[in-house]
């Protein structure tokens, strides 16, 4: 058992490793915020209907999505609170902007 789950988070690490490090998360961290700020302005009960879908996932699967997208969900959490609107709109555009500034691929600060 012990080697099942050894491969299997040396197999995850280096997924998430190579995500990162080829820009792939970056892009699917702007889209993911993109589609966010789109239901924002456009379609709240998008962004409501997002996450309801996330609490109606079995509990397993609820930790699977908190922790690959943490910041977005983070963000979702944050907009369904009771706080005062500006203090959500803080909240969210933080989030988005340090995630997607987390994300950066290192090729973009090479210098020539």
Not at 76 to 104: D, K, N, Q, Y
């Given at each position: 058992?012990?080697?099942?789950?050894?491969?299997?988070?040396?197999?995850?690490?280096?997924v998430?490793?190579?995500?990162?490090?080829?820009?792939?998360?970056?892009?699917?961290?702007?889209?993911?915020?993109a589609?966010?700020?789109?239901?924002?302005?456009?379609?709240?009960?998008s962004?409501d209907?997002?996450w309801h879908?996330?609490?109606?996932l079995?509990?397993v699967i609820q930790?699977?999505?908190?922790?690959?997208?943490?910041?977005?969900v983070?963000g979702?959490?944050?907009?369904?609170?009771?706080w005062?609107?500006v203090?959500?709109?803080?909240?969210?555009?933080?989030?988005?902007?340090?995630?997607v500034?987390?994300?950066l691929?290192?090729?973009l600060?090479?210098?020539p």
């Amino acid at each position: 058992m012990e080697q099942v789950i050894n491969a299997t988070a040396t197999g995850l690490s280096n997924v998430a490793v190579f995500l990162a490090t080829s820009g792939i998360a970056f892009i699917i961290f702007v889209v993911l915020w993109a589609l966010f700020g789109w239901g924002l302005i456009w379609s709240q009960g998008s962004v409501d209907a997002a996450w309801h879908w996330i609490r109606a996932l079995p509990i397993v699967i609820q930790a699977v999505v908190w922790l690959l997208f943490l910041p977005v969900v983070v963000g979702l959490w944050a907009w369904e609170t009771t706080w005062p609107l500006v203090l959500r709109l803080i909240v969210v555009a933080g989030l988005a902007g340090w995630s997607v500034m987390l994300f950066l691929p290192r090729a973009l600060f090479a210098r020539p």
